[in-house]
């Protein structure tokens, strides 16, 4: 018996930002409906206003007022935004920001409910987004919070992991939207192990990698050289690498100074890369990944994705977005939906562990 498409939640972002058209142009295409159900929160009125802005096609998207009763062969459209709002390509405003927000917390509460399958997010102006209920530095920290905020199963303390990835590499980050002053105090040895513990389990459950290799970035210049540029690899990052290695089985390494560990290609050798912040990964991930980077958040027990990039307010409205990134994010999430499934089914009913005495074959003592 065939299993049904996975829903795929797409949320519009910012909607004065490139949002719009980047998910136009995939809908454009509706071989996508091959692979998935859509279903877009956002506006048919804001849909329209850029459909007609940029020239392109009509897109049948059907109508609904919640996700409950969705069929294949579809795109479907709930409104989550006011009818007056009308979008303003270009202006970063409160108003688009509420409606980012309006279209991100309607689509999670629907993937809460098992309405969707998976959420993937347009890009947000994390400025213009904030209020009452949205104080997070991002994505990755709200949706940590709301899963966290209704876990029942003891694990209400579960950690969020960045990673941004595409068919050469993965790059998952130690710490993630902070200033560079407050860096270096919050890589511990705890952090490392618990990122790259996360990072290893991601990397076998969501991307169907067996014993993967993890290499760790250093922190400083040169690894620190021998201490001389900063103590954290000696005293932080080489004894949790060594921890990762005795204690848990992770195939860990480093640390490795992160501009001749990209510079070399050494990227090439491993599975997945940890860095310690932001833009030691993010800068070489980005030139390397060109148009087709994707941010997935891991970790938690939703999958979510997303594009690479930023809400491209300079181009907006002008049909220059490239697409290819929304494309991949909606893939990769497909990807990992189907990965998580494969390996829930390879566990599901697992042999039990017997033990046979010695000399005495009709003996079965049941460790299970």
Do not use: W
């Not at 609904?64 to 294949?72: P, R």
């Not at 990227?267 to 060109?290: I, S």
């Amino acid at each position: 018996m065939n299993e049904r498409l996975p829903r795929i939640a797409i949320t519009h972002g910012d909607p004065n930002g490139i949002g719009y058209e980047i998910i136009l142009k995939i809908l454009e295409d509706n071989r996508i409906l091959e692979l998935c159900t859509p279903v877009l929160y956002g506006s048919q009125k804001i849909a329209s206003q850029y459909r007609k802005l940029l020239g392109l096609p009509n897109i049948p998207m059907t109508h609904i007022t919640e996700a409950g009763n969705l069929h294949e062969g579809a795109a479907y459209i709930i409104n989550v935004v006011p009818e007056e709002f009308k979008a303003e390509p270009g202006n970063a405003s409160s108003q688009s920001g509420a409606a980012a927000l309006a279209s991100l917390e309607r689509a999670v509460a629907d993937l809460k409910a098992g309405l969707v399958d998976a959420i993937v997010t347009a890009p947000i102006c994390k400025s213009t987004i904030q209020n009452d209920s949205f104080n997070f530095p991002g994505h990755t920290e709200y949706l940590q919070a709301q899963m966290n905020d209704d876990s029942e199963d003891g694990e209400n303390n579960r950690q969020a992991l960045m990673i941004l990835c595409n068919d050469r590499l993965r790059v998952a980050l130690a710490t993630t939207h902070l200033p560079l002053a407050a860096i270096a105090p919050a890589v511990t040895k705890e952090l490392v192990i618990d990122k790259a513990l996360a990072f290893n389990r991601s990397l076998h459950y969501d991307f169907g990698v067996n014993a993967p290799r993890i290499a760790v970035l250093a922190l400083n210049p040169h690894a620190g050289d021998n201490g001389l540029l900063g103590s954290e690899e000696q005293e932080i990052i080489s004894p949790a690498i060594t921890e990762l290695r005795q204690k848990h089985r992770v195939l860990a390494f480093g640390p490795y100074a992160a501009d001749g560990f990209f510079g070399s290609g050494a990227y090439e050798k491993f599975d997945g890369v940890l860095a310690m912040y932001h833009d030691q990964g993010l800068a070489p991930f980005k030139t390397l990944a060109m148009d087709a980077g994707v941010n997935v958040t891991a970790g938690l027990s939703i999958v979510r994705t997303s594009p690479d990039h930023g809400t491209g307010f300079d181009i907006a409205g002008k049909g220059q977005a490239n697409e290819e990134s929304m494309r991949q994010a909606i893939y990769t999430a497909i990807d990992i939906l189907r990965n998580r499934k494969r390996d829930d089914r390879a566990h599901r009913h697992p042999l039990r562990k017997q033990y046979y005495e010695k000399g005495n074959d009709n003996v079965v003592l049941d460790l299970s």
